[in-house]
């Protein structure tokens, strides 16, 4: 597949992650759409409707209560079937617990639940963006992130029984804002990413998307370094999005902050397991200022 293709193809998954700006429900509509938005738009036009027979086949969707009455949840299934959960708890949004469950194929009940943050009460679900995220990596393993202390990390044990400590892999930055992201690919490669400012920076055109990296299945971490150095700034109450293909290709997804009005989305590609980045610009939005 063409790296243009793949842009378009990742894109439309992603942006379903990408959380809307505080300052407004909607743009003016007035931008023309950039390159890649196009060609979505000719593909659309060319697409041909499914037929109801074609959805059936696909199987209907099923609808589950969240258990224990959690809220904020995030779901992957795996290659098994096997339906991974975590979702928060607690009696104030801004300090409480995040916990995980599963659900194996052709099961009705979830397994009992485990708590993953090892500090109690330090996750919260303030608003829709800055709240846990979930990624299954080499052998099953679940990797976990989300705002706490900073831009907290807990990975499930080898035994598959509790999570490890949680770890903050914020090192040279600070103001974690916007919930952070995490994927992971069958080789043992772990990717945390969040957007922040480098310590001593201020204001969301200063602001940049950070990656912090392990090699080893999440057992260590190389410090954060940005994804991409542009200065494209970062929307702080808009949210990122990580993803890992099986071929190792890593993307990420955030929203731009340049001249306190422009929120554009941008596609950031890495064929090399994350060192390097190639950007495109997925959609532009202006704000009103």
Same mark, same amino acid.
């Given at each position: =597949?063409? /790296? ?13 992650? &990408? ?7 909607? $743009?003016? $509509? !007035? #931008? ?10 000719? *593909?659309?036009?060319?697409? #041909?409707? &499914? /037929? ?5 086949e ?14 904020q ?15 928060? !708890? ?17 099961? +009705? ?5 485990? *708590? ?25 393993? @679940? ?12 990975? =499930? ?12 892999? =914020? ?24 957007? $922040? ?10 602001? !940049? @998307? ?8 999440? +057992? ?11 200065p ?5 109450c ?17 929203? /731009?902050?340049?001249?306190? &009005?422009?929120?554009d989305?941008?596609?950031l ?11 495109a ?7 009103? $200022?």
């Open positions: =597949m063409s /790296s243009g293709a793949r842009i378009l193809a990742v894109a439309v998954v992603l942006a379903l992650g &990408v959380a809307g700006c505080d300052k407004v429900g909607r $743009g003016d $509509g !007035k #931008q023309a759409p950039s390159a890649p938005t196009a060609r979505a738009e000719e *593909r659309q036009g060319a697409s #041909q409707p &499914v /037929s109801k027979e074609r959805t059936e696909r199987g209907a969707v099923t609808r589950l209560r969240v258990p224990n009455g959690g809220i949840p995030q779901a992957v299934a795996d290659a098994n079937g096997t339906l991974h959960l975590i979702y928060f !708890k607690g009696e104030n949004a801004g300090a409480g617990d995040l916990f995980y469950v599963r659900r194996d194929a052709g099961k +009705e009940r979830f397994s009992e639940p485990i *708590r993953i943050n090892s500090r109690p009460n330090s996750a919260c679900a303030a608003g829709s963006v800055r709240g846990g995220q979930i990624a299954l990596g080499k052998g099953g393993r @679940v990797h976990v992130v989300w705002n706490g202390v900073g831009s907290d990390y807990a990975r =499930m044990n080898d035994a598959g029984t509790a999570f490890e400590e949680q770890r903050n892999l =914020m090192r040279q930055t600070n103001h974690a804002d916007g919930g952070c992201t995490v994927a992971a690919d069958d080789a043992g490669n772990v990717y945390v990413v969040w957007h $922040g400012h480098l310590k001593g920076d201020d204001g969301e055109d200063q602001r !940049k @998307v950070w990656l912090a990296r392990s090699t080893g299945d999440g +057992e260590t971490f190389a410090p954060e370094a940005p994804a991409w150095k542009e494209t700034g970062v929307c702080a808009c949210s990122t999005r990580a993803f890992a293909d099986h071929k190792g290709v890593v993307y990420l997804l955030y929203r /731009s902050a340049t001249a306190k &009005v422009n929120r989305t941008y596609l590609v890495s064929d090399d397991r994350g060192q390097t980045f190639q950007q610009l997925v959609h532009k939005w202006k704000v009103p $200022g």
